[in-house]
């Protein structure tokens, strides 16, 4: 009788390794199901802030090209321009969560030159020498503070009437 108290005792250990063996597995996979969750979480936060970022740059630009032609307000008037938004009511960044956050500038990179026209073989009724091109570039910026940065550049040529 003694043999086979001495063998049940034998299983009950190792019952005891073989079940701390697997509380050790699941452990292990759950940490590491609880790390990659968390990581996915934070890589997705990262890119609707970066897109947010991007759409907000992108409003920059339009509402830049907005102006173009509305008087005294017109950014594209033959000069540089930096915040063409400034102290206008309303905005066309007003629809922004944040419109602070949007920066812009138009540079004139280049005034009273020849506008990219296709040649024609006929040149009769031409308005060579009629128009001019001024272009420009505008660059939009969007920071949230510790988040997202972009900046978005567009390059834009305007039509005007050459100078003679």
Known sequence: M?????AGARQSGVALVVALLFLLIVTILS????RNSSLSLQ???NMQDASSSFQAAETGIFGALALAGTGATDPFNGTSTEAPFDGLSPSPLDA????NSVSADIT???LDRSCPRPRRSNTQGSSEGTYACDYYRIDAEHEAELRARTR???GVVK???ASQ
């Open 31 to 34: 940490v590491t199901a609880a």
């Open 159 to 161: 039509t005007v009437l």
């Open 2 to 6: 003694k043999t086979s108290y001495l």
């Open 152 to 154: 978005v550049s567009l």
């Open 108 to 110: 004139l990179t280049a």
């Open 43 to 45: 890589m997705s936060g």
């Open 96 to 99: 922004l969560n944040d419109p």
